[in-house]
């Protein structure tokens, strides 16, 4: 079992930053790739962003590349989800999830989910 819980979510202006964390616990994190998605409010939850067991690899969805960075502090077991640039079209909650199977930076296959955290621009 993993236990993931989001923060950092809150009212933006377009053109701002925002951090989102995840703290995991449960399995050791080091072992298995995290992920970011999203969810607008009418639309199926996208993919964001993945990093690989130790943060060397990533991937990213088209819409965030050049803006959005996802990395990660196994120390602290946490994963972070820096956001600059935000545009309205960002506006969702934003979810983090775990992927057990291993540390492809996939974008499918997630086990565990967190709670999610609203991220809301204003334009």
């Known amino acids: 079992q993993v236990q993931l819980v989001e923060s950092g979510g809150g009212l933006v202006q377009a053109g701002g930053s925002l951090r989102l964390s995840c703290a995991a616990s449960?399995?050791?994190?080091?072992?298995?790739?995290m992920g970011w998605f999203r969810q607008a409010p009418g639309k199926e939850r996208e993919f964001v962003a993945a990093?690989?067991?130790?943060?060397?690899?990533?991937n990213y969805v088209d819409s965030v590349k050049g803006r959005f960075t996802i990395s990660r502090d196994n120390a602290k077991n946490t994963v972070y989800l820096q956001m600059n640039s935000l545009k309205p079209e960002d506006a969702a909650v934003y979810y983090c999830?775990?992927?057990?199977?291993?540390?492809?930076?996939?974008?499918?296959?997630?086990?565990?989910w967190g709670q999610g955290t609203q991220v809301t621009v204003s334009s």
């Open positions: 999830a775990a992927r057990v199977s291993g540390c492809y930076v996939a974008t499918f296959g997630y086990d565990y």
């Open positions: 449960g399995r050791t994190f080091r072992n298995y790739a």
């Open positions: 990093v690989s067991c130790n943060g060397a690899f990533t």
